[in-house]
């Protein structure tokens, strides 16, 4: 198995942010309708900055591994910076190719976050 791999289990079994903020600002559900995989995030935005951030869910190991990466990636960026993350970045996080199927199910994060973000005023 290489580094890629061990490191994707590794947030699967383990994952980061993971739980439920009780003061988070927004609350963002996803699914992915195909395979099952749900998400919710919580995130506690403070001015322009994402302060905390975690997240529930369930699904494969590719989707909970994303969503573990995503969280530690976006703490202390600005909303304008995670605005602008694009599937590349799912990936690049991830370290491996996916196909169509695989990466529907790693972009689950960035769609449930990006979504949350838009809740926000003055951001669109």
């Given at each position: 198995?290489?580094?890629?791999?061990?490191?994707?289990l590794e947030h699967f079994k383990h994952p980061h942010?993971?739980?439920?903020?009780?003061?988070?600002?927004?609350?963002?559900?996803?699914?992915?309708?195909?395979?099952?995989?749900?998400?919710?995030?919580?995130?506690?935005?403070?001015?322009?900055?994402?302060?905390?951030?975690?997240?529930?869910?369930?699904?494969?190991?590719?989707?909970?591994?994303?969503?573990?990466?995503?969280?530690?990636?976006?703490?202390?960026?600005?909303?304008?910076?995670?605005?602008?993350?694009?599937?590349?970045?799912?990936?690049?996080?991830?370290?491996i190719d996916l196909g169509p199927t695989r990466l529907?199910?790693?972009?689950?994060?960035?769609?449930?976050?990006?979504?949350?973000?838009?809740?926000?005023?003055?951001?669109?």
């Amino acid at each position: 198995m290489d580094l890629y791999q061990q490191e994707i289990l590794e947030h699967f079994k383990h994952p980061h942010h993971h739980g439920k903020i009780n003061d988070a600002n927004i609350t963002q559900k996803e699914r992915n309708s195909s395979c099952g995989d749900e998400l919710t995030f919580y995130l506690q935005v403070d001015g322009e900055k994402v302060v905390n951030v975690s997240f529930e869910g369930d699904g494969c190991a590719i989707s909970q591994a994303a969503a573990s990466m995503l969280t530690d990636e976006i703490i202390g960026k600005k909303l304008t910076e995670i605005k602008i993350f694009s599937k590349e970045k799912i990936i690049e996080l991830l370290g491996i190719d996916l196909g169509p199927t695989r990466l529907k199910c790693a972009l689950l994060s960035l769609q449930g976050i990006q979504q949350a973000i838009k809740k926000l005023p003055n951001i669109s």
